[in-house]
């Protein structure tokens, strides 16, 4: 059957009507101004375009429309969110993709804290999952900062990490089993709740992580957790990126599972978010180059849990690893403590432009690659500030450059290709990841084609084919079809 061009720049009016009707005219935004927002992504590196963003009720509402636009070679657009950093989520510019927002599909179906299990729509706010899980003593783990407006479907398509990686893994170790509506329009039930299931090839994990190019999740089971009982969180001042990685070495040998988070930070990172975010302040009384956020959690007791960062806090000051630190009293306290590390990204939007890396390198590999990158991104741009930050404990950095203190923004953000093919370089020589948790989009697609081998290439692109021959399915991201 032949269909139009799936890059048409325009839409017929008729099949708009078509479109609408399926989800009812409420339901279907035409005006620039309610496409807005949704054509643009979060850091505004990317605007697109959309005739029409769609709202569907119901999984049978989000098939109908994939069957429609694969009839007629329509372009669909998933999101949900609308908080992806590498423009995943976004219409190509001068085309005429339709979006294909899951916020309508907010319910969380059911929930069972005896097997420990969570079913939900794909819209469903991931933060509306940890208060479900916690209201029947339960812990859903996955935590981001946009955790009150990111959503489930989106975390899904991007496999999100956060902060409790090393603990309890990233969306991929979170997810028993999906529900997909196909390009095709046809429905796959795999809403599995098994642990164990080796009955043929692993449908769920090609759709994670796929980023909405392989078909649209409506719903997930999601894996939960008993709520820890014992919880303490610790911030401490280091000398250098080499005595942070001495020091979750023994975090790891002493705490073994109970440590759930170890994250790190830079000095400038915490003069940023004290400087620019409401309520932080510095916690210890004099500066240091380098910090350490520790977070235990146990199952049995929070004696447990404040013996262990007692006894880890004091090796680390025998070893002359530590040279100062504060341990949270109160939750209010622990919860200042995150928000810090949180808020170490937005804090450097006042700062002028930002060159952002989200890279994976080999944990025992970070000190010398913090280094060798911040020397080599020096040398290319002169008074950079480099605000490098992240999850030691899974090698996941977040390693961004605020411009130089008066330069000029648009010309400092002109050279984000430059650079990041000097960071990404270093990555790579160190064995690691050119995207660790926020996905390829169209940011780093041409980049993973240039890095990746021909047969890799390839099999990713026999995939895409299989699952959408059409290619209607969020064209020109991840790989170019």
């Not at 590999?365 to 280094?371: E, G, N, T, V």
């Amino acid at each position: 059957m032949d269909v139009p061009q799936t890059d048409a720049m325009v839409i017929d009016t008729a099949l708009l009507d078509r479109f609408a009707a399926i989800v009812g005219p409420d339901n279907a935004l035409r005006d620039e101004a309610d496409l807005a927002l949704r054509v643009t992504e979060d850091r505004g590196l990317y605007r697109g375009t959309s005739p029409m963003l769609l709202k569907p009720g119901s999984t049978q509402e989000v098939a109908a429309i994939m069957k429609l636009a694969s009839e007629t070679g329509t372009a669909i657009v998933p999101q949900t969110g609308n908080t992806g950093l590498v423009g995943g989520q976004t219409p190509r510019a001068g085309k005429a993709d339709i979006i294909l927002s899951l916020e309508r599909m907010n319910r969380i179906r059911d929930i069972d804290p005896v097997a420990n299990v969570l079913v939900c729509d794909a819209g469903v706010i991931l933060a509306e999952v940890q208060r479900a899980a916690e209201e029947v003593n339960r812990l859903f783990p996955l935590s981001l900062g946009s955790e009150g407006s990111c959503r489930i479907g989106g975390n899904l398509s991007t496999n999100a990490g956060g902060v409790a990686v090393l603990a309890y893994g990233n969306m991929r170790q979170l997810c028993l089993g999906l529900e997909v509506v196909l390009p095709t329009g046809e429905i796959w039930d795999g809403l599995r709740r098994l642990k164990k299931d080796n009955t043929g090839y692993d449908l769920r994990d090609l759709f994670i992580g796929a980023e909405g190019t392989l078909g649209v999740i409506t719903c997930a089971v999601l894996k939960l957790f008993p709520r820890p009982v014992g919880h303490q969180v610790a911030f401490a001042g280091l000398n250098s990126t080499e005595d942070a990685l001495k020091l979750f070495e023994k975090a790891s040998s002493l705490c073994g599972p109970a440590l759930t988070g170890f994250e790190l930070m830079p000095r400038i990172g915490v003069e940023f978010t004290t400087k620019h975010i409401d309520g932080v302040r510095d916690p210890l009384e004099s500066p240091h180059p380098w910090y350490a956020l520790i977070d235990i959690s146990t199952s049995d007791s929070a004696e447990t849990a404040e013996t262990m960062v007692h006894a880890l806090l004091e090796q680390g000051f025998e070893a002359g690893l530590v040279q100062d630190a504060v341990i949270a009293s109160s939750v209010a306290q622990a919860q200042a403590l995150w928000h810090m590390r949180e808020s170490m990204s937005a804090s450097q939007k006042p700062e002028g432009g930002s060159i952002k890396h989200d890279i994976s390198v080999p944990i025992s590999k970070i000190p010398a690659f913090m280094a060798e990158a911040e020397q080599a991104v020096l040398a290319a741009v002169p008074g950079a500030r480099v605000c490098a930050f992240g999850h030691l404990g899974d090698g996941n950095i977040h390693y961004n450059i605020s411009q130089p203190v008066g330069a000029d923004k648009a010309e400092f953000l002109a050279r984000w290709h430059e650079v990041n093919e000097i960071v990404h370089g270093l990555v790579l020589k160190a064995g690691g990841s050119i995207s660790a948790e926020h996905g390829i989009g169209q940011l780093k697609r041409d980049e993973l084609a240039a890095i990746r081998s021909d047969i890799e290439m390839d099999l990713m692109r026999r995939i895409k084919h299989a699952f959408d021959p059409a290619g209607i399915m969020n064209p020109d991201k991840v790989i170019r079809a």
